[in-house]
């Protein structure tokens, strides 16, 4: 039996990982930790955790054999330096931290302390993605040339409402603004998912990027990636699409382009299919994220001592390394562009004119 423990009982913590973990056999929740007692207490009992500790310390000295990092972003590298010292195993949530420098240091502590570290890529598992790996492995279009990779969605939209009824910007979406934006948030799936796939490095690439919204990071983005093997990568990602439109609707899709046809699934119509030399197939879709998939291959991986297709720490920091730099290199075009132009829509009481991007990761426009 695998027992975990789970840190940060948030949005993903109930909706994708508590979930999975109760519905994997071979894996026990031992124990849950949230600072906010009665939300670690609602978790627990939802998903019958063993255990629930209103202090942390507690919770590390619980008797488990890996964690679930589900906290936000700029805690991961203070969570992670704490299992490793606890001799923890981890899993933990994308992106795997704020800067690579950061990233760096979680590797280093957690090979000390002899431990596997781990990044949340849960979109490896949708087993429509796990098809992609095998198709292309198979040689099913040729040689791959191309992949576009999109996702436009409006993040749950621009504004939220207060306790007293208020009109109010959005708190995750400002929140995912100021940690970088949509290819550091959602675009490192992307990142991984092109680099898995076609099982080649990033050797070029370039980010641009779109301001619908004034925040620093660009709330629209493209990004080019060369890789080692020839092949190049477009990811498109939008926390903008339809954000104020009263009957919203995303775009997400891949198409994998191949010296003998295309892979193309698309989320919104449920398509998948495989047109090459030889005709059609249909395939079965599914949806991007598989939580539950994860979990099987993170128990394979950590009772059998082989990583299979677990994404490790080097997959975090390579997607982290791509995204902040593609982000940043949006950022200083913009600041050569015009100033005059830019969005009427500012976002509402924040000083935009503070660098909110860590500096570490800046990296001057090609
Ligand atoms: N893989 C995915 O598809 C996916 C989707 C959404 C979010 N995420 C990632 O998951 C992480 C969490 O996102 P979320 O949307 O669940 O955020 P959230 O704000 O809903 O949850 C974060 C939780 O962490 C808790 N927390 C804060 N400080 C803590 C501390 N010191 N110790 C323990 N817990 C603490 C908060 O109380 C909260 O319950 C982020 O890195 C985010 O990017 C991944």
């Known amino acids: 039996m695998l027992k975990l423990g789970l840190l940060g009982c948030g949005m993903i913590a109930e909706l994708g990982h508590l979930p999975a973990i109760q519905q994997t056999p071979g894996i026990v929740l031992e124990s849950v930790y949230d600072p906010r007692w009665e939300r670690s207490l609602e978790m627990q009992r939802r998903f019958n955790a063993k255990h629930a500790y209103p202090k942390e310390e507690d919770f590390w000295n619980c008797d488990f054999d890996a964690v679930i990092i589900c906290t936000p972003a700029p805690l991961h590298l203070e969570h992670v330096t704490k299992a490793a010292k606890y001799g923890k195993h981890i899993l933990c949530e994308k992106p795997l931290a704020m800067t ?34 095998r198709l292309v492995r198979s040689g099913a279009i040729g040689e791959v040339r191309s992949l576009r990779l999109i996702y436009l969605w409006n993040l749950h939209g621009k504004w939220q409402f207060d306790a007293s009824g208020n009109m109010i910007p959005s708190k995750l979406r400002v929140g995912r603004m100021e940690e970088g934006g949509p290819m550091v948030d959602c675009g490192v799936h992307q990142i991984d998912l092109a680099r898995w796939w076609l099982g080649s490095e990033v050797t070029s690439q370039r980010g641009i990027g779109v301001w619908v919204e004034d ?90 001592q082989e990583d299979r297709n677990m994404p490790l720490a080097n997959d975090g920091l390579m997607a982290t390394q791509i995204a902040r730099k593609a982000t940043n290199q949006a ?36």
């Open 100 to 133: 690579v420098g950061e990233i760096e240091k979680m590797i280093e502590v957690t090979n000390a302390a002899n431990v596997k570290l781990y990044t949340g890529f849960t979109y490896r598992f949708s087993p429509s993605a796990l098809e992609i790996h």
């Open 215 to 304: 925040f620093e990071a660009p709330d629209h983005m493209y990004l080019h990636m060369g890789h080692e093997n020839g092949a190049h990568t477009m990811v498109e990602m939008s926390f903008s699409y339809n954000a104020v439109s009263k009957e919203p609707r995303s775009n997400f899709q891949y198409e994998l382009i191949g010296t003998d046809g295309v892979i193309r699934l698309n989320r919104e119509e449920h398509s998948f299919e495989l047109r090459n030399s030889h005709g059609t197939q249909y395939l079965p879709w599914h949806p991007e994220k598989n939580f539950r998939g994860m979990y099987n291959e993170l128990l394979f991986a950590l009772t059998n």
């Open 331 to 366: 950022i200083a075009k913009r600041e050569t562009g015009s100033q005059k132009n830019h969005s009427k829509m500012l976002r509402a009481g924040k000083d935009v004119s503070k660098s909110l991007i860590p500096a570490d990761s800046a990296e001057p426009a090609p």
